[in-house]
């Protein structure tokens, strides 16, 4: 049960980049609200790539 919870946490945080991502890319969002949102900067978060 705990290793779907932490699977599912990493899929969560791999979706709010991915938004972000692509909040920038149609400009959106700029560079620097990007960096200063705690919602993607949670400390307890982790972000792993994917690839």
């Known amino acids: 049960?705990?290793?779907?919870?932490?699977?599912?946490?990493i899929d969560e945080?791999?979706?709010?980049?991915?938004?972000y991502e692509i909040a920038g890319e149609l400009g959106i969002l700029d560079n620097e609200e990007m960096k200063e949102n705690k919602r993607l900067n949670k400390e307890e978060d982790e972000i792993i790539n994917p690839s």
């Open 1 to 9: 049960m705990a290793k779907k919870k932490k699977e599912r946490k």
């Open 13 to 19: 945080n791999f979706f709010k980049a991915m938004n």
